[in-house]
């Protein structure tokens, strides 16, 4: 699996929104993307993935530049609760299995 | 419905002796991995079970752990005899499908492992 690049920590007000970026210069045709997040003494929990088109869910919105060399997490309304580390990771799904996680984004909210 | 349960939540025990960690998956998912990140390091995958057989566990780090999923049901992980560069938390994670669109994978709380 390719390498992901994500700054080491990202500060964030309650309610406001929250760009998480993701760098993957060296990201192959089959690669998604994928995002987990792991709050405090908590496991790791799945939050969004995608291929090459724009996605939305309940929890998050992820976008993927063009050229698929990177994408941004975008939490709309940050709230104490999404105080967590943020791992983006690359993913061959037709074949791999297993998800290497890298250090991530502490993302801190505060109120 | 229940989540991935592991059992125990922390675990202390001295060089040398053994520990059996256990995972309970979501009900119906196949797919059951291991994880686990020891202290200041990134989480590494250990090994992943499909149904009851090792479908991959190129992270197991030497012959002193053995994982087991008998019945394909829950999965136990036995480090025998323990060091203390094993001390972390071990993750198991399940999931319903490898590739499609339910391939996410649903992780437990963790066991803490403490080896003095």
């Known amino acids: 699996d390719a390498k992901t690049t994500q700054p080491n920590s990202m500060e964030s007000n309650e309610e406001e929104p929250v760009h998480l970026p993701c760098n993957h210069s060296?990201?192959?045709?089959?690669?998604?993307i994928h995002w987990y997040r792991q709050l405090p003494s908590q496991g790791p929990e799945y939050v969004i993935h995608?291929?090459?088109s724009n996605v939305n869910n309940r929890m998050a919105s992820l976008a993927i530049a063009e050229d698929r060399k990177s994408s941004t997490l975008i939490l709309h309304r940050a709230t104490l609760r999404d105080a967590a580390v943020y791992y983006c990771?690359?993913?061959?799904?037709?074949?791999?299995?297993?998800?290497?996680f890298g250090k991530g984004t502490t993302l801190s909210v505060s109120s | 419905e229940a989540g991935v349960t592991q059992f125990p939540s922390h675990s202390v025990i001295e060089k040398g002796q053994t520990v059996t960690l256990r995972c309970d998956p979501i009900s119906g998912h196949d797919n059951l991995y291991w994880y686990r990140r020891v202290m200041g390091k990134e989480i590494k995958f250990l090994l992943h079970f499909v149904k009851e057989s090792k479908q991959d566990e190129s992270g197991m780090p030497n012959n002193r752990f053995l994982a087991e999923r008998t019945g394909g049901t829950y999965s136990t992980l036995k480090v025998q005899p323990a060091e203390l560069e094993d001390s972390g938390v071990y993750f198991c994670a399940s999931s319903q499908e490898v590739a499609g669109p339910r391939i996410e994978q649903f992780f437990g709380p963790g066991t803490r492992l403490t080896v003095l």
């Open positions: 990771i690359l993913r061959v799904v037709q074949a791999g299995t297993a998800l290497i």
């Open positions: 995608g291929l090459t």
């Open positions: 060296t990201i192959s045709g089959t690669d998604y």
